[in-house]
DNA sequence: CTATCTGTTATAGTTCATCTATATCAGATA
DNA sequence: TATCTGATATAGATGAACTATAACAGATAG
């Protein structure tokens, strides 16, 4: 299976397809071209509804991560900055990371500890098969 | 006002109130021992019911933030890492923070400019008032 | 051509989270 | 006593999330 997710969970089962196929990018393990299964696919792999999976990449869409053909179905673009919700992308984003942050620091995680573990996941990332470092 | 709420936004606005919560204590606007407005003042000042209010300050309570009393209303707390939902805190804090990362690393920025804008966060944390660096 | 896969779209229903609206009670306080 | 507070209960409206069918069109393998 290519995604794991957690059907009682808090999170909306679309947006953790969504996350898990961003995490799959930034790890390598999905590069530029590479096809995602089929809504009908992977919803009945993941035992749910299409119409779900069908959100989560409607939502990959928009946010310029994939293209969808009638032909090769779901697959992973290069410029995700061409997205129709890029604009602003970066303020939003920053927002973000200022709460999550603020509650690392709340919970007694002290500043370099937290840039630390911040540093070992961005390190995680790019350390798989394809991702030319230009 | 303390607070800064969008009510129209996607995210819930007892949600919102608590994110604000904690960043102002992250910032040091808010020490241990600052009193919260009470419920139906803030509920007042934000135009909403004080229940959604309610459910906020609830949350920071499960989450060890603030502590609650008849007397003294909602007062921030020194130890949040005594609350009842601390288990695994930090594995699930780790998660949300790749999903985070992985976001940035997919819309193209780059490992040291995601790092360096973490740190940046961080650096604006704690340069305030109170906040004794022990 | 037929069968089957795909994406796309539409409609409808259930369940649940969110928010609001009232109301009541009890402790604290002026 | 009057008023503020937190705590709690109930109820309703709204919308998000998910499911269930159904139908259509393009692509593809037999």
Redesign the pocket.
Known sequence: MLLTID?DGE??????IRDRVVEAIADGDLVEGSA??????L?ADL??????V??A??LLRQQGVIR????S??VVRRDPASGPAEAGFAEEWQARLRTLLAEATVHGLGEQETLRQCGEVLDSFGTRKGRTPT
């Open positions: 059907l999170v909306p089962i679309y947006q953790q995602l299964p089929s809504t009908r696919q919803a035992a749910i509804n299409f119409h779900t069908n959100k990449y409607d969808i053909n009638r032909k179905g779901a």
